[in-house]
C-alpha cells in the first residue's frame, strides 16, 4: 500500500534506478514505486505526484539535481506535450541498451522455463533514426482557441489534441501531405467530427507512403458516407500533391477505440499503392498492416528469415501474414508458402503480390491460425516451420493450444510486445527450446521494440 504521507500534488525528491516498459523513469519514494517519465537512471530529480494508487505513484519531473550523462536535449519542440515518442531526451546509444533491458525484464517478470540461459542479443538500431514512418493518423478538431482545423495526436491518456505540422520520425512527404490536406480542409470549412456532440464528419487523416516507390496513399476516415467539397478537395489535392496517386474515404461511425470502419470508398486514383522490401514488391490496400519502418522492416525479414532456417523442402505457414511479405520473402526457395490473416483485404493484396511475383507454391485464405492450422493438418499439410506475428496482444489462447497440440520443427515468433511475448513463451517453452531473442529497433525514440526470437521443436 502507499503510506499515507504521499499523496496527490506533493512534492518530492528522489534517484532514478532504472527505466521501466514505456521509458519512464523507476524510482522509490519511502520504499514505494514512483513512475516518473522524463527521467533516466542515475539522476536525482524533485517531481511533483500527479497520481497515488494502492500500489505505485506517478509523477513529472520538476527540477533535475544531479543529471544523466546520457540525458539530451530533445529536437521536438512538442516532445513532451505529443507523447507520441518517450526516449528524445536519451541517447540513442543507450535506447538500444534500454530495448535489449526490456526484453531482459519483460522475461524475469513471467519467468518462462530457462529463461535465465536464454540467449539475448544486442539490439539492431538504424544509422539515422529520424524520419521513418512510413504512415501518419493523425485525428482532426476544430480549436475554437485558434478557429481552424488542425491535426495531431493526443495528449498521453486523454482526447486533448496536440496539433502538430512537424513530426521528426515522419517521412517528411506524408507531413507535406498532411499539411496540405489541413490547409484545405480550411480553406472549403468543411464540418470536423465532435465526439463530445456526436456531430460532424471528418474524423482523421491517414497518410501512407511506398518509400521505395514514393506513392503516396490519402485516405480521409469520416462520421458517414457524406464527403462535402468532394470534387474541389480531390481537384487541388492532385494538382498540389503529384505524389498521390490514391484518395480513400473510409466510413467510422462507431463510437470505438478503432480508428478505421470496415467499409473503404475510392474516391480517386488506385485501390492501393506499391511498395518493395527485400526484393519483393507489395500492394498496400488502405486496410492492409504493413510495418511503419521500412528501413529497419527490411533487417526485420531478415532476421526472420534467419530464425527460419528453411531448406528447399520445407513447407511454410505464415500466420497473421498481413499482405504476404514474410511468406513471400521466402517463397521462391522453399516448397511451398501458406498464409492467413483475418482482413479480407489483406489476403487480396497477398495473393495480388504472389502473381506480381509469378509464385505458384504459395495460398492464402482469410481466417483465424488457431481455426486454420488444423484444418489444413486434417488435409495433409503439415507445416516444417510456422511464423507467427501477432499484434500487441500477442497469440490468441486458442492459437497458443494449437502450435502446443501440433508443434512444427521451427517456430519463429515476431512480436512486437516484449510482455506479451515472455507471457506467451511461458506457455511456448513447453513445447521448444528457445534458441535466441533478437530485438531490432523498429521506432526510434519511443520505447518499444520488434523481437524475433527462434523456437525449435524439443
Given at each position: 500500500m502507499i503510506q499515507a504521507g504521499i499523496k496527490k500534488g506533493q512534492t518530492i525528491q528522489l534517484k532514478i534506478k532504472r527505466l521501466g516498459i514505456n521509458g519512464e523513469g523507476i524510482g522509490y519514494f519511502r520504499k514505494q514505486i514512483c513512475f516518473i517519465p522524463n527521467a533516466l537512471p542515475g539522476e536525482e530529480i524533485v517531481a511533483q505526484v500527479t497520481n497515488v494508487s494502492q500500489t505505485f505513484a506517478e509523477g513529472i519531473v520538476t527540477?533535475?539535481?544531479?543529471?544523466?550523462?546520457?540525458?539530451?536535449?530533445?529536437?521536438?519542440?512538442?516532445?513532451?506535450?505529443?507523447?507520441?515518442?518517450?526516449?528524445?531526451?536519451?541517447?540513442?546509444?543507450?535506447?538500444?541498451?534500454?530495448?535489449?533491458?526490456?526484453?531482459?525484464?519483460?522475461?524475469?517478470?513471467?519467468?518462462?522455463?530457462g529463461y535465465v540461459d536464454y540467449d539475448l542479443?544486442?539490439?539492431?538500431?538504424?544509422?539515422?533514426?529520424?524520419?521513418?514512418?512510413?504512415?501518419?493518423?493523425?485525428?482532426?478538431?476544430?480549436?475554437?482557441?485558434?478557429?481552424?482545423?488542425e491535426a495531431g495526436l493526443y495528449r498521453p491518456n486523454s482526447h486533448e489534441l496536440v496539433p502538430i505540422d512537424n513530426c521528426l520520425v515522419q517521412e517528411p512527404q506524408t507531413q507535406k501531405v498532411l499539411n496540405t490536406t489541413v490547409q484545405l480542409l480550411n480553406k472549403y470549412q468543411v464540418p470536423i467530427y465532435d465526439e463530445k456532440k456526436n456531430s460532424g464528419i471528418f474524423r482523421t487523416l491517414m497518410v501512407r507512403?511506398?518509400?521505395?516507390?514514393?506513392?503516396?496513399?490519402?485516405?480521409?476516415?469520416?462520421?458517414?458516407t457524406k464527403f462535402p467539397a468532394k470534387q474541389a478537395l480531390i481537384r487541388e489535392l492532385t494538382t498540389r500533391l503529384p505524389n498521390v496517386v490514391s484518395i480513400m474515404q473510409n466510413i467510422q461511425n462507431k463510437k470505438t477505440s478503432l480508428v478505421m470502419g470496415d467499409t473503404t470508398v475510392n474516391l480517386w486514383g488506385k485501390d492501393a499503392i506499391e511498395e518493395q522490401i527485400n526484393e519483393v514488391h507489395f500492394d498496400l490496400s488502405a486496410r492492409a498492416f504493413f510495418q511503419l519502418n521500412p528501413i529497419q522492416t527490411s533487417i526485420l525479414y531478415q532476421e526472420t528469415i534467419r530464425a527460419m532456417d528453411y531448406d528447399s523442402s520445407h513447407k511454410i505457414i505464415d500466420a497473421y501474414c498481413g499482405v504476404g511479405t514474410i511468406g513471400l520473402s521466402v517463397a521462391s526457395h522453399v516448397q511451398s508458402v501458406r498464409g492467413m490473416d483475418t482482413i479480407p483485404q489483406a489476403i487480396?493484396?497477398?495473393?495480388?503480390?504472389?502473381?506480381?511475383?509469378?509464385?505458384?507454391?504459395?495460398?492464402?485464405?482469410?481466417?483465424?491460425?488457431?481455426?486454420?492450422?488444423?484444418?489444413?493438418?486434417?488435409?495433409?499439410?503439415?507445416?516444417?516451420?510456422i511464423v507467427v506475428d501477432p499484434p500487441r496482444t500477442g497469440l490468441d489462447t486458442k492459437l497458443l493450444q494449437t502450435l502446443l497440440k501440433h508443434p512444427s520443427k521451427r517456430l519463429v515468433y515476431v512480436s512486437c510486445n516484449v510482455s506479451t511475448l515472455a507471457r506467451d513463451l511461458v506457455q511456448l517453452s513447453k513445447a521448444y527450446h528457445i534458441d535466441y531473442l533478437q530485438s531490432v529497433d523498429m521506432f526510434p525514440q519511443t520505447a518499444r521494440c520488434e523481437v524475433v526470437t527462434k523456437l525449435s521443436k524439443k
Open positions: 527540477k533535475i539535481i544531479k543529471k544523466s550523462p546520457n540525458r539530451i536535449t530533445p529536437p521536438c519542440q512538442v516532445y513532451e506535450a505529443c507523447g507520441g515518442c518517450q526516449l528524445q531526451h536519451l541517447t540513442y546509444e543507450k535506447q538500444l541498451q534500454f530495448k535489449r533491458d526490456l526484453v531482459k525484464q519483460a522475461l524475469h517478470k513471467f519467468k518462462p522455463a542479443r544486442p539490439t539492431i538500431g538504424m544509422d539515422t533514426p529520424w524520419h521513418y514512418r512510413n504512415k501518419a493518423q493523425f485525428q482532426l478538431r476544430y480549436s475554437e482557441k485558434h478557429h481552424r482545423i507512403i511506398g518509400i521505395k516507390t514514393n506513392e503516396v496513399q490519402l485516405v480521409f476516415i469520416t462520421n458517414s487480396e493484396d497477398a495473393h495480388k503480390n504472389a502473381q506480381r511475383k509469378g509464385l505458384s507454391n504459395t495460398y492464402y485464405e482469410a481466417g483465424t491460425a488457431e481455426s486454420l492450422i488444423p484444418k489444413w493438418i486434417n488435409e495433409g499439410y503439415q507445416a516444417d516451420c
